[in-house]
């Protein structure tokens, strides 16, 4: 069993920049790989950042790309994700996620959800 706290949510303007991190109590944290999803008010949840075991491997929605940076620190069992040049269309719920599947991008094959944070981007 895994279990997910995020923080760091809030409202900025778009432009603007927000650090998301999210802790997880397991001993096993290194052997899952992990994600960051989110889901827009009226909208499904949807993939945004996954990182590897490791962390060397990452892969990222195409919309994200070049402004969101997932990272993890296995020795505090955390990950992150830094969102730079934020757009109004990112606002939603961010989850972190974790799976043993590989790369991937699936919202269903994501095994453990944490409880989510909120996210709003201004115009």
């Known amino acids: 069993q895994v279990q997910l706290v995020e923080s760091g949510g809030g409202l900025v303007q778009a432009g603007g920049s927000l650090r998301l991190q999210c802790v997880a109590s397991?001993?096993?944290?290194?052997?899952?790989?992990m994600g960051w999803l989110r889901q827009a008010p009226g909208e499904d949840r949807e993939f945004v950042a996954g990182v590897s075991f490791s962390g060397a491997g990452t892969w990222y929605a195409e919309s994200v790309k070049g402004r969101f940076t997932i990272s993890r620190d296995n020795a505090e069992n955390m990950v992150f994700l830094q969102m730079n040049n934020l757009k109004t269309e990112d606002t939603g719920i961010y989850y972190c996620a974790a799976t043993r599947r590989v790369r991937e991008t699936m919202v269903v094959a994501y095994d453990y959800w944490g409880q989510g944070t909120q996210v709003t981007v201004s115009a």
């Open positions: 397991t001993p096993n944290f290194g052997m899952y790989n």
